[in-house]
Structures are given as C-alpha cells and as structure tokens.
C-alpha cells in the first residue's frame, strides 16, 4: 500500500508540484495586491517551469535558483492586478503544461537526457515549443478580450511574440543547468574564476544601461553576448543572454505605459524580437564552438592515445619525450626504461589474441598503479613500454624500474577472474648532460635485449663504461 502511495506521488510529482505552486502563485498575487507594490506571482511562476521542464528527479534547488535568475527578473517589477494574476497565471499553466508534455514526449535527448544536446536541437525546441505558445496566448489573450475588451487577435499576436521570447531565452538556462552542474562538480574555483568576473561585467553593463541612453546601452550589452558566445561556454552565455535579455526586457516594460495598453506599444514586441534573435544567434554560436571543442577533444584523444590500452602511443610519447629531454639541464636527473613482456607471442599462440589483448589493458593498468602520475608512459610497440622519469628528485630510478619487474613476477595479473602469470624484462639509462631522446631510446633499448639476453624477468642499466653484448648483426628494434 505504501508502495502505491509513492509510486503514485512519484508519477504525479510534476502535476502535484503544479497544482500546489500555483495555489500558492494565486493565493500570493493576491495577498501582495493587498499589500505591496511588487509581485512574486511570476517567481512561483518561474519554480513551476524549472520543475516542470526538467525531469522531476533531476530538480534540486539550483535549478530553481537558476530559473528565478533568467527569467522572473523582467516580470518582477511589473505589478498586476487580481484579475491578471489569475488570468497570466491560468495561460502560464497551460503554456507551461503543453510545453512541458510536448517537450516530455517528443524532443529528442543525448545519451545525458540533455534536451540541448547539439546544434540542431535547438530549432528543433523551439519548433516543439511552439503548441504551448499559441495555446497559452489564445487562451490569454480571450482572458484579457473578457476582462477589457481588447482586440483579440492583436492581443494574441503580442502575448505570443512576449512568451516566444521568454521561451528563448529563459529555456537555455534551464537546459543548461545540468552542464552547469557538472562543471561544479569539475573545478569549482576554475568555474567561479570564469563566472564572477563575467557575472560582475553583466552588473556593469546593467547599470550602466540603466543610467544611460537606451541605444547607447544595446550597443554595449550586445558585444558582451557575443564575446560570451564566442569564449564557447554555454553557460555563460546562456547566462549573459537571460540576464541582459532580463533586464533589457525589464528596462523597456518599465520605460511603457502599463502592461496591457499594447497598440500603444507596439515597438516593444520589434525590440524584443530583435533581441531575441541576437540572443538566439548568440546561443547558436556557443553552442557550435562548444560542439567544435568537444569534437576537438576527442580527435585528440584519439590521435595521441593508444585505442586498445588508452595510454600515450608512440607518436605523442616520442614527441613528449623528445620536448622534455631538450628542457634538461647539467644536474638534472632523467632516466628512461623500456618495458617489453616476456614471450607474449607465446601468449596470443596458447590463448588467443583476444586474451593477449586483455593482457596488455591489464598489465597497462597495474603499471600505472606503480608509475607516478606525472611521469611519461606509454605504448612504443606492440608489447614494448616507455617510461621517461624526470624531475623527480624524490624517485629513485633503479629501485623504481626494479619494483616495475617485481611487481608482475610477485603479483600476478588477473585475468578473466584467473590469476595470470607473466613476466617483463626491462631496459634503463641514466640521462647524461646533452644526450637527446633517441641517444636514450637506443641504450634502453640495448639494456632491454641485455636483459632478455640473460634470461628475462629482469632489468638491466646500460652504463657506458660497461660492454654491452649485442649479436653482431643486432640493430635496436624499434629505431
Ligand atoms: N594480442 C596482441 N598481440 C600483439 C599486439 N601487438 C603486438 N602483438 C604481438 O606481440 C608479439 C610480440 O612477439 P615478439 O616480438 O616475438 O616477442 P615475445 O614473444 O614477447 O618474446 P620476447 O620479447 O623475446 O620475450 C607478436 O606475436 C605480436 O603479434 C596487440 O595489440 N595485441
């Protein structure tokens, strides 16, 4: 029974949540006409789209903080009377319904369950946008036909451009919001650094438009959207946008002679649309840079990173090394080992490839539980391994490469749930003041045959005083 009871709340969380905030919108609206100036029916207004837009478990109080911030602003300071609380709020719940129903059944989302996933997505929002729009202005503006007599159509027309517009710019932050809680979760003090600079730099541009001519404001509050846009963060710029749209909106229903005298005001809806396609612009280009990096990332994650084992391959580790080596100077301490497993041909021949494969993952992985962090490791061959230790005054680069080969004869790999043993013979030299990275590759590489030479399972130094023994014809396999 309990059971039940919770799922049903859970099913009709979102209805719940409508039906009490806007109860509470109603009730609110008309106790402030009673008693105050200012309205806080379009902030309850506001929670309810930030609940109803998101899926419901994804909301938490952020998202609301984040729906107040980007679109209750405009409407705050408006101040209604008792019958256009109750007739916004009535065309707010069906506009708000309908889009939350159309977004819920047909938008398509990411693998995240983001709704702004990728550039075509956002005609495609504002295209499913569009059934709540008209409904919720039709039934708005008949309201207002009733109430005071006003041209019907024309009403439409207008409540449609202003809920078009609110839909603009109010749904990116909202969409936005869970990116924004991942970069949170990412490096909160990179993210504070990025935002309370541009969030101080909106206030400016707020005052001062506030202080100064209309048009000279718009000249300085558009750049800013777009060099937001520009910089590639979504959501900053989606920020920018619904704060500048915010009061951009407030400034000019402030400048008019009251809400609803609309024939008199018929320049509102031309700015408001102007800016609107600004922002949209705007947001586009954020969104695209944003795309671009991503897919920029990932190029080179595959470009310098080893598919099967996900460690630096050849190309990026020889060029990391050969940067590295060049910056050493006289004192320095570098030493490079080559790592190659022992008779892994004989591993693919008995178990298969496949297996061979998820021996090279797993011995990749116990590596780097031995290797620092920040030392340079990767795939150089087939079953051959490179480590370059430098700047690391602390290591000891014998001792390290001998933990390396113990590791794996005293704790074997598991693979499969098996315990899978294996051996590795290893290669190290000691940089010396102006050697370079091939000089280096080429004495590990004679140290590593050295050691397979005396029966594997171990590590060799190559030492210049010392003869190494390679067969006559022998040549460094990998140079
Ligand atoms: N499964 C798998 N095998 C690979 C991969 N790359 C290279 N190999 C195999 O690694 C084996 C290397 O063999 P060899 O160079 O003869 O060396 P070895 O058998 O380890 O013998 P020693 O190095 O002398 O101990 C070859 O059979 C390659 O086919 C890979 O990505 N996956």
Redesign the pocket.
Known sequence: MILTLKNFFYKFYPMITLFIVTTLTTVIGIIERVHGPFSLVWLTNAITIGVLLRFYENVNWRHYLICCAGMVLPDLLIGTNLNQVLLMTTANIITISIGYITLQRFAMRTEEGEWLGSLHSVPQWLLLCQPALIIGSLVGSLALFTLYDNAFLQTAFYWYLNESLDFIVFLPVILAAPRILKSFDKDLLDVFLHIIPSILLLFAFIFIKDKIYFLMASILIIPTIIWLALSGNLFLTTFGISMNGAFFFMWIIHSTHGYLHFSENIYISAVRTIVAVLALCALTIAVAISERDKLFSKLSQLANHDD?TGILNRRAFTKAAEALTSSLKKGDICSMVLI??????????VWG?????K??VAFCKRLKQVIPDSQLFGRV???EFALLLAKTPEINHQELTATIVNELSENPLTIDNEPFPLTI?AGMVTWSEGQKYETLFKYADLALYQA?NNG?NQWQEYLSCQKMNPKPNFTP?LL
Do not use: A, T
């Not at 490839?353 to 494969?357: E, N």
């Open positions: 099967l190659d497993i022992d008779f892994f041909k004989k591993i693919n021949d490839h496949q297996k061979g494969d021996v090279l061959g087939g079953e013979s397979k594997r396999s």
